[in-house]
């Protein structure tokens, strides 16, 4: 992360196994955090869509996880990190398209394999770290753009 400022906040939010009726929780109170901010639009637009993708991957595919949210004068950042069954092809799993959803998701409307390819289409950085049986972590960084008034 570029190293312009300070932390304005950082917060944990814990993801809990199981959770699907209480996914999407975590995305409005990121997007309520970072309107009292005054983040720009477009920036809780994208962070919004970033934190809704990865919590309910959290809640659909893990046994939980957490999402951290970290906001600077200059980036948003947003970490994902669960205990889930980790990415055997992480490049795979960034098509369009692409999903292991488990039926009774698919049921639910889920699992239509865009979940990942959304994150980081609204990114402007983004990485996935995974280990096959262990779990992943999956850091989005969208910057904040100023805009001159003058």
Known sequence: MPAEGGILLRRVFPVPPDAIDQAGQVSTEVRRLLRGLGAEPEVVRRAGIVCFEGEMNIALYTKGGRIVLVVRPEVVELLFSDRGPGIADIELVKQPGYSTAPDWARELGFG???????????SDEFHIFSRVGQGTVIRATIYRRRHDPG
Not at 112 to 122: C, D, F, L, S, V
């Open 112 to 122: 239509a394999g865009m979940g990942i390819p959304n994150m980081e289409k609204n």
